[in-house]
């Protein structure tokens, strides 16, 4: 009778400790709360989204709140199983920059279906309503800079230029080409520059507004689709197509610093180039020691302290009961999405000191002959 009570004690104990054991890992998987705000970022590959992985992890140090980082790796069924992982774990708040802004759509749609408020980061999230704010850098300014770049440094007439873009899944691509457009198109016009590598661009270059399908044509002959290594190879193949009058001094548009860094080792390689200006974004470190070197013309600083900023601001004004405070909107091609805007820097050899160091954004021992 006694064994009884005891194997019986035992058994119940087990049971208790089952039962007990199965409610703690629904907590965790149930969604009641483990992780407040989950961040996903779209590729560690390009040092752009490891910078912000860093900056997110500098500012969220101290924050009361939750937060967890996931990277999709340029896939987007990676991104949509990441952002299931987090609903999972019980997210309010969903900080997500998309690999591709059409196919993330049903990704934050789930995340709407579970009440969690989803903001954009750095790109747009397109043609859905799931979306309900947007933090960015002023984007068509990225552009302009970088068409404004080209125009002050050239001289002379028929400077051949030579276009890349980024890729056509990210709204991003289409804005800094818009920008850069709004500043080269009229310079085209005139017989500044004479474009080496676009007959879509080249037909339209007395058309000072483009609609999106006839920037998918240009982007169609131009794209990099942020990738280094395509970047090489279409640079190599427009070089090789060329005439020696679409040589000589040249002017180059290249979307961002990755590519930038590529295309200018192409440039540098052919005797028939005797200089060439190129533009970036990013500030990455590499591109900042190629701007030293003389390698790379210019970036476009976007200071991601600030992007970061507000973007967990308004995660905590949400998750506070508050409304975030907002700027300005964007219509993502479903509704207009509030936003919140950040300015960008041009830097060069002449403020790179001043703008990237003196800053505190990097530390002056991370270059060489600064
Ligand atoms: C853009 C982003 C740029 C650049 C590029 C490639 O959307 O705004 O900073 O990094 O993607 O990843």
Redesign the pocket.
């Known amino acids: 009778m006694k064994k009884g009570w005891k194997w019986l004690s035992l058994t119940l104990l087990v049971t208790i400790f089952a039962v007990f054991m199965a409610a703690c890992s629904q907590t965790t998987g149930g969604g009641s709360g483990s992780v407040d705000v989950g961040i996903v970022l779209?590729t560690k590959d390009?040092p752009?989204?490891v910078q912000d992985e860093q900056r997110f992890k500098e500012a969220l140090a101290d924050s009361d709140y939750t937060t967890e980082i996931l990277f999709s790796q340029g896939s987007s069924a990676k991104e949509k199983e990441n952002v299931e992982t987090l609903l999972n774990k019980g997210i309010k708040v969903l900080i997500i920059c998309p690999h591709d802004g059409d196919a993330a759509a049903a990704a934050v749609e789930a995340a709407k279906k579970d009440g969690v408020t989803v903001i954009s980061y750095?790109?747009l999230i397109t043609n859905t309503d799931a979306v309900d704010y947007y933090v960015t850098?002023d984007?068509v300014a990225v552009g302009a800079a970088q068409g404004q770049y080209l125009v002050d440094n050239v001289s002379g007439s028929d400077v051949p230029l030579y276009l890349y873009a980024?890729a056509a899944s990210?709204n991003?691509?289409f804005l800094f080409f818009e920008g850069a457009w709004n500043v080269l198109q009229p310079k085209i016009a005139d017989g500044t520059f004479k474009v080496a590598n676009s007959s879509e661009a080249e037909a339209l270059k007395d058309k000072a507004m483009l609609s999106r399908d006839e920037m998918s044509k240009i982007l169609g002959q131009v794209t990099t689709n942020?990738d280094p290594n395509e970047a090489i190879n279409k640079a190599q193949t427009h070089l090789t197509a060329v005439g020696a009058d679409l040589k000589g001094d040249v002017a180059v548009l290249a979307p961002?610093d990755?590519t930038a860094r590529s295309i200018a080792d192409v440039f540098a390689s052919d005797g028939d180039v005797s200089s060439y200006i190129v533009t970036g974004?990013?500030a990455e470190k590499a591109s900042i020691q190629y701007v030293i070197d003389g390698k790379q013309s210019m970036t476009v600083f976007?200071d991601v302290r600030t992007l970061v900023t507000d973007a967990m601001g308004m995660a905590v004004s949400i998750l506070d009961g508050d409304t975030p405070e907002t700027t300005g909107s964007y219509n993502n091609g479903s509704v207009d999405v509030n936003a919140k805007q950040t300015d960008v820097i041009v830097v060069n050899q002449e403020n790179v000191q001043k703008e990237l160091i003196d800053s505190g954004y990097y530390e002056a021992s991370e270059f060489e002959g600064l």
């Open positions: 779209p390009e752009r989204w750095d790109r850098f984007s980024g990210d991003n691509a942020w961002n990755g974004q990013d976007k």
